[in-house]
């Protein structure tokens, strides 16, 4: 393997945030495996979203825009992927490990027969070789893994464990994707709905503020915690007791059964930290917990324990930050 292949996942032009964190990494690696770094964007809006791309030092992106890859579901993005694959030789292709991302990278790896890896945190080269760190067993262990007797290997990797930097030079040169003439595809694109709200979600936050069964009710998950993620510029998450109340939506969960997530800091206001919701958060960079209990379970990993009335504690950090905003 010497060349790296990044799958910028894109919406309406607009790609997700770690797709600029693997355009990152790609470039570090490529350097160490003596190859280049490529990008490949597939979908409607790909050309825009090639050019928010293009700061981030990929060599070259492929796009594909319009036509089938904008009409038709997964399948064109994957002959995007293997065309690129198999026109630049033995590759690593680093994929989000995000639910398209995770479809994507698997159907690719069977066309290709390459090995695979999944939820990477880390992606190392090592004499020539590349090795893949990610947590197992809902991440009660940490396994290394490397490629064996495979041409190509595809790697899902976790938002938020790479730092997202634009190049000093970016020299991007856009090239158009071919798809397979003639092909026909199962599943076509019908009528989107949007949500009628957009916000970040939690797995894409570098901030998360959670909030569980200790905020008694859904009003402080609006009152209480959102303007302290505004203010910090990141998102509303939540513990399973929460969601489960019907508090707040599941896309907000935290947790094996929720999302899980590695922002830099994850502040957790009135959560136990039981080892379901540890999962989900146990590699964030920093993680502060508020609670009135001084002995809850999330005293053992948290970095800060905070003990006191979060009623009283979460206002008054908000009200410290926005005063830091302003100066």
């Known amino acids: 393997m010497k060349d790296v292949i990044v799958f910028v996942e894109q919406r309406a032009g607009t790609p997700r945030r770690v797709s600029f964190e693997m355009a990152t990494k790609a470039l570090q690696l490529a350097q160490s495996l003596g190859g280049s770094a490529h990008g490949v964007i597939a979908g409607a809006g790909a050309s825009r979203a090639a050019d928010a791309t293009k700061p981030y030092g990929l060599a070259k992106l492929h796009v594909a825009d319009g036509g089938a890859a904008a009409e038709y579901l997964i399948d064109p993005l994957v002959d995007a992927l293997e065309t690129v694959a198999k026109s630049a030789g033995p590759s690593l292709i680093l994929v989000p490990n995000t639910m398209i991302g995770r479809d994507v990278g698997s159907r690719v790896a069977a066309r290709l027969d390459a090995g695979m890896t999944s939820d990477a945190t880390d992606v190392v080269v090592r004499d020539g070789k590349v090795s893949t760190v990610s947590p197992k067993l809902g991440g009660l262990t940490i396994t290394t893994c490397a490629f064996k007797n495979a041409q190509y290997g595809v790697v899902t990797v976790r938002p938020n464990v790479f730092a997202a930097k634009t190049a000093a030079s970016p020299t991007a040169s856009i090239e158009s994707i071919a798809l397979p003439a003639g092909k026909t595809y199962a599943m076509k694109i019908g009528k989107e709905v949007e949500e009628a709200a957009v916000e970040l979600g939690v797995e894409e936050a570098s ?121």
């Open 207 to 327: 901030i998360v503020v959670s909030g569980g069964r200790g905020l008694g009710g859904p009003e402080p998950f609006t009152t209480l915690l959102k303007p302290l993620a505004d203010a910090l510029g990141g998102a509303v998450g939540a513990s399973r007791a929460a969601v489960d109340a019907g508090w707040i939506p599941h896309s907000h969960q935290v947790g094996q059964t929720g999302k899980t997530i590695s922002p830099s800091l994850y502040i957790a206001a009135g959560i136990s930290g039981a080892i379901q919701h540890k999962v989900g958060m146990r590699t964030a960079g920093t993680i502060v917990a508020i609670n009135k209990d001084a002995n809850v379970p999330i005293a053992d990993f948290a970095d800060l324990l905070v003990v006191g009335d979060l009623f009283q504690i979460i206002p008054e950090l908000t009200k410290r930050v926005e005063a830091e905003k302003v100066h």
